[in-house]
């Protein structure tokens, strides 16, 4: 079996362990021109290829990518239209989830404004910035998928009350009151003291948090967007900032990568940006190896990987 092997982030170690635990044949490009010459012969993709080249990937049956976002694989063509694609979902939830935690009592206890004052050298503790706890607020979770479900758990320990939303409740309600039909989502934003984004790129997703939508919101509201940039125009998004519509957003997604120098999020004061890292800790590869191995052993044994099994046409 042929294995092509091409993920930045596993060392020589890491290629090693996936040779004994899988036997297979490591196909391991040394340069990026190289991977262009092995794709043909990959029989399982592990890892990132420049997605351009999955039309010659005629001899691929599975491809596991190790992070869960998958619009640039399923919007190109494939050298083999029945290659199964597996993704990386539950690579990110404890992760993102502090991440988004983070973002919420940095908000809350200004800790943003705190640094800029400590760049300045100033000593000022009666700036009338808001202190808020999170005891007590309702906070919304836009897409209650592994994300979601780990956030809303270190949210309940915060004494929050959280309601998901998501395309399909699936009744898994753990650590929220309610999970709704995201077509229900406008009913309840008036009453969200937070709103956690963490949807997927899809057509049906782009542009939906539109500015109709966070005007909805209450004035004190902070949204945080862990997900894809492209729920949020980013004109609304500054518009709504501006204008006071909402009290901040801490954005780890942007509609825009790199946000360009010229974007006015940057200089927004009710703005927190991190470039797109909340994912990165030292156990993302860990689980994203669990992950293979999981589906890889399914694969021998059935011919399908049993694990996050990506509908082409969803998106997801």
Known sequence: MNLLVGWDRLNADDVELIRQRTGAQILQPESREQVADLVPEAQVIFGFINPSLLANAVNCQWLQIPYAGVE??????WGNPKMV?????????????????????????????????QHSRIWQW????????????????????????HTARRLAAFDCRVIGFRTQPRGDEAHAAAVYPLAELDSHLPSLDY??????????TVGFLNRERLQRLPRRAVVINVGRGSLIAEQDLVAVLKEGAIAGAG???????????????WSLPNVIITPHNSGLTPFLKERALEIFFENWRSFVETGMPSRNLVARERGY
């Open 72 to 77: 640039r694989v399923v919007s190109v063509p």
């Open 85 to 117: 694609l597996t993704n990386g979902s539950g690579v990110f939830g404890p992760n993102i989830a502090e991440h988004v935690i983070g973002m919420l009592l940095a908000f809350n206890r200004g800790l943003h404004i705190a640094r800029d004052y």
């Open 126 to 149: 009666e700036e009338p910035y808001p202190f808020r706890e999170l005891t007590g607020a309702c906070v919304g979770i836009l897409g209650f998928g592994d994300i979601g479900r």
């Open 195 to 204: 709103l956690v984004c963490a949807l997927p790129h899809t057509p049906a």
């Open 251 to 265: 954005l780890d997604v942007l509609p825009h990568e790199p946000l360009p120098p010229e974007s006015e999020l």
